[in-house]
């Protein structure tokens, strides 16, 4: 029977920390924010849109701080885009919400209080995944979705 080995308690030599590693500024960050939804239009022409807000550190980002308006049709737009020109694994979105707009229902459907906020995260959580990703940062309508104030859907897809 051989012995069992000793484990070993010793402690990892650390380096002390500074109060600059401790309270500066991350190495590298990327913040993205879905928020303060506004519904839009009248009858059919009626629609949401989210503000995007976008802090970074990243020098692959033109702008370290920015804001634009989305609507779902553009995170969609986003998404296909990224599912053809990429070799990201592109997360989904959350649902299209057929049944929320169909008439007669006791709610306001799409345009609900509730519906947007749960929406809002689905997006939220969709954007962050997406633009965490080092292949999806490197497209270019990734940036134009999150930085630029009108999407150009005519553009060249490239790389950045």
Avoid at 35 to 56: A, D
């Amino acid at each position: 029977m051989r012995a069992s080995p000793v484990s070993d308690t010793r402690r990892l030599i650390t380096k002390p920390q500074n109060l600059n590693d401790a309270y500066g500024p991350p190495s590298n960050f990327l913040e993205i924010d879905v928020s303060n939804p506004q519904t839009v239009g009248v009858g059919r022409g009626r629609f949401t849109t989210y503000e995007i807000r976008v802090k970074t550190n990243l020098p692959i980002f033109k702008l370290k701080e920015s804001t634009v308006r989305r609507r779902y049709s553009d995170f969609e737009w986003l998404r296909s885009e990224l599912e053809r020109e990429s070799k990201v694994v592109v997360p989904p979105l959350p649902g299209k919400a057929f049944l929320r707009q169909l008439p007669f229902r006791g709610d306001d459907g799409i345009f609900d209080d509730s519906f947007i906020e749960e929406r809002k995260q689905g997006l939220e959580q969709f954007i962050n995944k997406v633009a965490g990703h080092p292949l999806a940062q490197n497209e270019r309508c990734l940036h134009m979705f999150l930085q630029d104030e009108i999407i150009d859907k005519s553009y060249t897809p490239s790389k950045i």
